[in-house]
């Protein structure tokens, strides 16, 4: 069994379809279908079930992708490792974000990292923080920024970036809006939601608080992105709760502050393997976010 073959394997279970895994790799389709042929022959399992739209994992592939996966990450930790020995980090930093995120100017972090470590190559995922948590527990992240839920896995770590409060944003004619006061979960009850795929860590910890407040939401209106939600608070089609910087990307709209609930409810997080397991790629991020000052700026804005 090659390495190649396991690279191969995953790039086609990740992708679901030969071509685009191809042209990913930078192989050829003949020569990428030949290289999982040949670990199917040695596995004595078909590993995928070829259709002509795309393929999915037998129960023998769903078995082999974990492994793959492991092997793939600790091959990559020894290149690492022994270039770190050398003095010169290389090798790959795969990192992950949820978007719009507080604590951590993501943009700017990344090309103080390439300046620093041009030989390391980024890769950037951006997806929510539940996907995100399991990604870097399969060892297919480095780390991630994310925003922590009581759903986090106890197999990672976190280190603490910043908390928000919760907020409200209204359309001005709003009722809410023209009371001008701060709300609590109850006063909500009947109102329609725009919201987050439940992926999302806000949503995640805005669905915690308002059920350990016994409040019952109606959510409407789901979306999986940030401007998407405010054009739909834009056109009075319903109120959202969400981090107190999102504010900042729409100041036509009513923002109030959300009673009863914790002054840090959306608590940002860098997540990331056991110590051991760590990359030095992912140490040297961290350890530039910690003395670099690529924070959030402090007017809230939201650069990632």
Known sequence: M??????????????????????RLMVSQSGLSASIRALERELRAPLFVRTTRRVTLTEAGRALLGEAERIL?????????????????????????????????????????????????????????????????????????????QDDTDQLRSVSLTGEPMTVLCHPSHRLATAGAA????????????????????????????????????????????????DLVDENLGVAVVPRHFRHKRPTLTALPLKDTDE???????????ETATSPAARALITLLETGGLATPPDGSCPS
Not at 187 to 214: K, Q
């Open 2 to 23: 090659e390495l190649r073959h396991l690279q191969h394997f995953v790039a086609v279970a990740e992708d679901q379809h030969f071509t685009r895994a191809a042209e």
């Open 73 to 149: 990450a600790q091959v990559r930790s020894a290149h690492e490792a022994v270039a770190a020995v050398q003095g010169v980090l290389r090798g790959t930093l795969a990192l992950g974000t949820e978007q719009c995120i507080a604590g951590v100017h993501v943009a700017g972090l990344l090309a103080a990292f390439r300046r620093r470590h041009p030989d390391v190559e980024i890769r950037l995922r951006q997806a929510g923080s539940g996907a995100l948590a399991e990604e870097v527990a399969a060892g297919r992240l480095d780390l991630a920024f994310a925003y922590r839920t």
């Open 183 to 230: 709300v609590t979960p109850e006063d909500l009850g009947g109102e329609v939601f725009v919201d987050f795929h439940p992926d999302w860590g806000p949503r995640r910890t805005t669905d915690a608080a308002f059920a350990s407040a016994g409040v019952r939401r109606t959510v409407a209106l789901e979306v999986n992105d940030v401007h998407s939600l405010l």
């Open 264 to 274: 840090t409810a959306y608590e940002t997080v860098a997540l990331l393997p056991p």
